[in-house]
């Protein structure tokens, strides 16, 4: 089979059934066959997974500094343990991440301070849901910039 027949059928693979694909290019690599690689898919997929992972971060970062926001700033009880359970569940999943993937540690601030406005944003809407009395006074005293630090967001306290 020639290069270009190889990757035409290994592009129909790649739209069949993905899961055979990434088995098939498993058996390739593993055979030291790298010339019959799909590798234009194989660049897509891995930018792809670099990307998803990035942003599962980003995620799990502006959930926790929205309710970072909520703790620090309602004084409301009933949904308090609720807030602090949805941070020590996200700290877990990064810590988790940062474990097998420990270079996405280097991107925590930058991260931090991108989700914050989004974060405040989450935060400001569940107050005008709930809290609707408070709202112009959480609007002047919730911070526009984020004032937690990398440690503040990941720290795990338990």
């Known amino acids: 089979m020639d290069g270009a027949k190889q990757i035409t059928e290994s592009d129909s693979l790649y739209d069949r059934d993905f899961a055979a694909w990434v088995d098939e290019q498993v058996r390739l690599l593993r055979a030291g066959d790298l010339a019959a690689l799909d590798t234009a898919h194989l660049i897509e997929e891995m930018e792809s997974l670099g990307i998803s992972e990035r942003n599962a ?5 502006a959930t926790i500094l929205e309710h970072l926001i909520k703790l620090d700033h309602s004084p409301e009880e009933w949904p308090r343990q609720g807030w602090q359970n949805t941070v020590d ?5 990064i810590a988790r ?5 420990p270079s996405l540690r280097r991107l925590i601030p930058d991260m931090i301070h991108r989700e ?3 974060a405040r944003r989450e935060a400001m809407r569940s107050f005008m849901e709930h809290e609707r009395e408070r709202v112009a006074h959480y609007e002047r005293t919730v911070p526009l910039e984020c004032g937690y630090s990398a440690i503040d967001v990941i720290k795990y306290n338990k």
């Open 89 to 93: 569940r996200e700290r877990d999943r």
């Open 97 to 101: 991440d940062l474990d097998a993937m």
């Open 57 to 61: 971060l980003a995620s799990r970062i």
């Open 116 to 118: 914050y406005p989004r």
